[in-house]
């Protein structure tokens, strides 16, 4: 049987004549496709510039800053602080207080500045020899150092009598306290009350001289002299300075106190407050030998306060009576200076003067300046303003960067009034 045989074909290529027509049909799809971006582009410029008026309306605003002309008054006023009033009265020039009470304690240490020349002091061992019987000597008695130098008992001296041992007399002594007695050394007029600091040394007792007892009767010091020179004392005027320091601590205290309790809308003048010590104590006295010494005072401290605002309210009604019509007061500028004469705090009044200072400009009617603005360009607010009396200088701000004139819309405008620097 005989196999068949099939060929394989190559794929069949378009003639010359088909590819031509096919670029034919995609050219016309581009011009199609061009035609229809142009439509679309025409359609979108008049929507684009509907937008962009519609932001321009809608977030284009102006701010503008005025600088009004201003001058500076100075007034003098009378005042008169009540505490029986509750609200201002301007024709009398009162406004009304509070009285305030406040009890405060207070203390301090303080030095002495007074002096003295103190003597020397210390013991001796005074020890008998020479009988057995005990005996009574007074106070004052005199003892001789090795070195010369005086001192003499500060008590009366009771002397113990010596033992008698073995047939041999064996001294009692007893302590005796003494102080330095300069007074008594005939060649120490001059004396320095340092030199008797002396170290421990014998002595002898001064009355004796030339007798037997001269040599049975002795002293030694096992310690050295000690206190002689120059000490502090407290002076009555140092009691006194540290009883008026702490009175004007107190006021102080008493003030600062008070304010962190009113708080910034009240005025207290520390000239006006009435101090009374109800208490003041010291352990020392005049006198006492001492560096330093501590001192306290209780003390009831009464006052008038008032608020600022009320202060405000009357200088600036003081002031726009004086400048007349249509002027205004710059808040900021406001100085007020508070002289007190009279504080009667059982009347509940205080008189006082102030010293006032303050810039002041001529009002604004903003909401004509701004129907008068509107719609203007840049050149012709400026001009617009310019002409206006009583503005020194201006500042316009248009936004955003493209807008070129004030708006129409009136609320979009912004005024600044006035600008004070």
């Known amino acids: 049987m005989t196999k068949k045989m099939w060929d394989i074909l190559p794929p069949k290529t378009s003639s010359p004549s088909y590819q031509e027509e096919i670029k034919e049909v995609s050219l016309e799809k581009e011009k199609e496709v061009k035609k229809t971006k142009i439509k679309k582009g025409w359609l979108l410029t008049p929507l684009f510039f509907v937008v962009l008026a519609v932001l321009y309306f809608k977030i284009s605003s102006a701010e503008i800053k005025i600088w009004p002309e201003t001058e500076v008054t100075y007034i003098e006023a009378k005042l008169i602080v009540d505490a029986n009033v509750e609200k201002i009265d301007f024709e009398k020039g009162i406004i009304p207080g509070s009285i305030f009470e406040s009890r405060e304690t207070i203390s301090g240490t303080f030095p002495s500045t007074g002096k003295t020349l103190k003597k020397a002091e210390g013991v001796i061992s ?8 005990s005996e009574e000597w007074w106070i004052g008695t005199r003892f001789m150092s090795a070195e010369g130098k005086t001192f003499k008992s500060k008590a009366e001296i009771s002397v113990p009598g010596a033992e008698i041992k073995d047939n041999k007399i064996i001294a009692k002594c007893v302590d005796v306290p003494v102080i330095a007695a300069p007074e008594e050394d005939y060649n120490d007029e001059h004396y320095n009350a340092e030199d008797y600091n002396i170290g421990p040394s014998n002595f002898s007792i001064v009355s004796f001289r030339g007798t037997q007892r001269y040599t049975k009767f002795y002293g030694e010091s096992l310690e050295s002299m000690k206190g002689g020179g120059e000490s502090l004392v407290i002076t009555e005027e140092d009691l006194e300075k540290a009883k008026e320091s702490l009175v004007r601590d107190i006021k102080i205290k008493a003030a600062n106190s008070l304010e962190e309790k009113i708080g910034e809308n009240f005025v207290l003048l520390e000239d006006t407050l009435k101090t009374e010590i109800t208490e003041q104590s010291s352990l020392v006295k005049v006198g006492d030998e001492m560096e330093s010494f501590n001192f306290r005072v209780n003390a009831k401290l009464t006052g008038i306060i008032f608020e600022k605002e009320d202060v405000d309210i009357f200088t600036e009604s003081f002031i726009l009576a004086k400048a007349g019509e249509g002027k205004v007061v710059h808040q900021e500028s406001l100085n007020i200076g508070y002289t007190p004469q009279v504080v009667d705090l ?29 719609g203007k360009s840049l050149a012709e607010a400026k001009f617009f303003l310019q002409n206006q009396p009583e503005i020194i200088n201006t500042e316009l701000k248009f936004s955003p960067f493209w807008v070129n004139s004030v708006p129409k819309d009136l609320s979009k405008v912004k005024i600044e009034y006035p600008v004070i620097e």
């Open 126 to 133: 005074l020890c008998n020899s020479y009988t057995t019987k």
């Open 346 to 374: 059982e009347d509940g009044r205080l008189v006082v003067y102030l010293n006032v200072s303050a810039s002041i400009y001529s009002g604004a009617d903003l909401a004509a300046l701004k129907s008068g603005l509107a």
